[in-house]
Structures are given as structure tokens and as C-alpha cells.
């Protein structure tokens, strides 16, 4: 065999062991990385209880995205099943057989909500509490509030299929769960008086940011599957989405049909639960997209 032949095929076979290897460690790394356990400090925390705390739980539950994954009864259903090994359910948060929550204590729903870690310590893989983290004390106790009055109903755990490449990419550090993502050391936000004004949208578009980016800048989902497109830029700046929105009516009308003016889908965005903002929150929304600084990239 000629030497330069040799030479390459040798490059070629350590090249093919070396991205095994990678492979493997990789993965084993995500196992360890969803069995990690995340210290958190026990905060303080007060269960509400009323008709004004269910009523603002129930709003919470069906419009920042608990619907979409555990359905309107909380019994847990599918949100994604690409057919290709990537499947997700979320568990029956409902008080019936099968619930997950059945032991939770306050301070589990704090974790859980609030910082993406389990009772146990170990974190939340798929569940965006990045989004949740900046809910204010009341808004968190209202949403706890709603779900233990949920009537009971049969569901069973997650499912979390995620293919190999995606557990690959996990345990090497490139997609990061959302305890990972979140500043734990951060107090819990202060209520801002519900209104139409920059300061309520700022509090209701936390929970755009764990598909749109923290500084809403878009571009790719983390951990979404391929077929997906980046989600859009609502920041100003060049390629904002923003402009095709000349004012709040149209984004409300968005968020309702979940169309572009032009009258195309918007794809991915979970609009079961997103078409049930309040008029309010959306035109908040508005103003707060509208006033955001334009971050430097896309
Ligand atoms: C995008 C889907 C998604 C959304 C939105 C979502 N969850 Fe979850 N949730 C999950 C999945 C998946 C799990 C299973 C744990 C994981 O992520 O690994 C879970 C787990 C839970 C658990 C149990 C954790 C444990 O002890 O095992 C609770 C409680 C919960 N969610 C409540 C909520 C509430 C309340 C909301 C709305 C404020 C919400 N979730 C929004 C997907 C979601
Ligand atoms: C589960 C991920 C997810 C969440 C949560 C989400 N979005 Fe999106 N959003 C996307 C993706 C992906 C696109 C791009 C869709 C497309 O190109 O069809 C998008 C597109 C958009 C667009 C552009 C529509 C257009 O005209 O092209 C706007 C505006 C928008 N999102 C606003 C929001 C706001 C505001 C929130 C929070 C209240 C939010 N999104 C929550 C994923 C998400």
C-alpha cells in the first residue's frame, strides 16, 4: 500500500474512534448531568388560597404554557412526537392516580416552578422554568392554588425521548437544561401593577424567553428538533419581526389566530395557551417589545 494511502486511512480510523468516543462519553455525561443533584436554598414561600387566587391561577395555567403540556384537566399529555425518537409528555400534575405532585410540600412547587429542580434535587430536563422564574410570589402561589383544585385524574409520568444526538449535545454542555440556565441567587421578583404599560409586559414576556432568547434576540430554540425554524427576533434591530406589527391590535390578532398579517402560520409558537393572554398582557407585551434596546446579534 502506498504510504500516503496508509497514512489516511489511518487519520480516517482514529478520526471515526475519536467522534465514537464522543459519542459515548457524551452520552453517559447526560446521564450523569440528569442525575445531578442542584443545591438550592429553601426560600420562604406562602400558599394562597381564595377565589381571587384561583381565579388568577387558573388564568396563569391556561395562558404561560401549563396547558400545552399537561393539558387543561393537568393529567399530563404529549407535546412533542417528531416520530423519529424524539417524544415529550409532561406528567399528571393533577391530584388522581398517577400524580407526581401527590407529596409536594411549598417549597417543592418553589424548586419545581420557580428554579426547574425536582424535590429530589435533581433538575427538570424539558420543562421551560427559566420562563417561571421571574413570577412574583402571589402569581406562583395563585398558579399552585389552581392546580391542587384541579378534580382528580388518572396520568401517569413524563416521557422524555430525546434521540441520540440531542443527548449527545446535552452532556457535552451544548444544550442546557433550564436549572443550568437560571440565576438561582436572584430574589423573587416585585409585583408590577397589572396595565398596559412597559413595565406589565416586561413581567409577562419572561416566558418568551426560553424559546426567543434572554435578550429576545431569537435564532435557534435550544434542544428543538431540526425542522423547526429559529424562533423570530422580537427585539429592534435589523430582521425584527416586530416590524411587519404596526401596532398592538395586530399583535393581539396574531397571538388570537395564530397568523402573520399576511395571513401565513406562525409555526412552533404554542398558541393553545398563548391566545389565552389577556388583552392586557399582550398590548403590555407591545409597548415592552417596542422599548427594548436592539441586542447586538440575531
Ligand atoms: C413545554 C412543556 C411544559 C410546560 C410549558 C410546563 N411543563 Fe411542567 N413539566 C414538563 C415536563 C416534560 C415535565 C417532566 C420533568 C422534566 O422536564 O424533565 C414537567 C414536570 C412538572 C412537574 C413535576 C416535577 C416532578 O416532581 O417530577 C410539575 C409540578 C409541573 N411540571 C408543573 C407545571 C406548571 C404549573 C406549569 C405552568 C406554569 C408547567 N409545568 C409548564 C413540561 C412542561
Ligand atoms: C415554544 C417556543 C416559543 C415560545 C414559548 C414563544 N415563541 Fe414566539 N416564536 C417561536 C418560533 C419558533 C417562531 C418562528 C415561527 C415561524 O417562523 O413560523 C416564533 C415567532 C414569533 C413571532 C413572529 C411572528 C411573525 O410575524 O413571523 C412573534 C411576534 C413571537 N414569536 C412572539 C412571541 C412572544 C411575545 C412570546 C411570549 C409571550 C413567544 N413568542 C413565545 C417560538 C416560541
Redesign the pocket.
Known amino acids: 500500500m502506498k504510504r500516503w494511502i496508509r497514512r489516511s486511512l489511518w487519520a480516517a480510523t482514529t478520526l471515526v474512534a475519536v467522534a465514537g468516543a464522543a459519542v459515548v462519553a457524551g452520552d453517559e455525561l447526560a446521564d450523569l448531568k440528569m442525575n445531578r443533584r442542584v443545591e438550592l436554598a429553601s426560600a420562604p414561600f406562602a400558599l394562597r388560597s381564595g377565589a381571587d387566587a384561583l381565579e388568577r391561577g387558573r388564568h396563569l395555567y391556561a395562558s404561560r404554557?401549563c396547558t400545552?403540556c399537561h393539558g387543561r384537566d393537568g393529567a399530563g399529555r404529549v407535546f412533542v412526537d417528531d416520530g423519529r425518537g424524539l417524544k415529550l409528555a409532561g406528567p399528571n400534575i393533577s391530584p388522581g392516580p398517577g400524580s407526581v405532585v401527590a407529596n409536594y410540600r411549598a417549597v417543592d412547587w418553589e424548586h419545581t416552578l420557580r428554579h426547574g429542580v425536582k424535590p429530589d434535587g435533581r433538575p427538570l430536563m424539558i420543562m421551560?422554568s427559566e420562563?417561571y422564574n421571574r413570577l412574583t410570589d402571589a402569581d406562583t402561589a395563585a398558579i399552585v392554588a389552581y392546580v391542587r383544585s384541579l378534580a382528580p385524574a388518572a396520568g401517569g409520568r413524563a416521557v422524555l425521548e430525546l434521540p441520540l444526538p440531542v443527548r449527545v449535545l446535552s452532556g457535552l454542555g451544548m444544550i442546557e437544561d433550564a436549572a443550568a440556565r437560571i440565576d438561582h441567587r436572584l430574589p423573587p421578583a416585585e409585583p408590577v401593577p397589572e396595565g398596559v404599560t412597559p413595565g406589565h409586559g416586561r413581567y409577562?414576556?419572561a416566558?418568551?424567553?426560553?424559546?426567543?432568547g434572554p435578550q429576545?434576540a431569537?435564532g435557534r430554540?435550544p434542544g428543538?428538533p431540526p425542522d423547526?425554524?429559529?424562533?423570530?427576533r422580537?427585539a429592534p434591530g435589523p430582521g425584527s419581526?416586530?416590524a411587519?406589527?404596526p401596532d398592538a391590535d395586530a399583535?393581539l390578532a396574531?397571538?388570537r389566530s395564530g397568523h402573520?398579517?399576511d395571513g401565513?402560520?406562525?409555526?412552533?409558537?404554542?398558541f393553545e395557551s398563548?391566545g389565552a393572554?389577556s388583552e392586557v398582557?399582550?398590548r403590555a407585551?407591545y409597548l415592552y417589545?417596542k422599548t427594548l434596546p436592539a441586542p447586538a446579534r440575531g
Do not use: K
Open positions: 404554557g400545552d421551560p420562563d409577562v414576556a416566558m418568551c424567553q426560553g424559546c426567543h429576545l431569537g430554540v428543538a423547526w425554524p429559529d424562533a423570530a422580537l419581526a416586530l411587519r406589527y399583535l396574531m397571538f402573520r398579517p401565513s402560520p406562525v409555526r412552533v409558537m404554542p398563548l393572554m398582557d399582550v407585551l417589545l
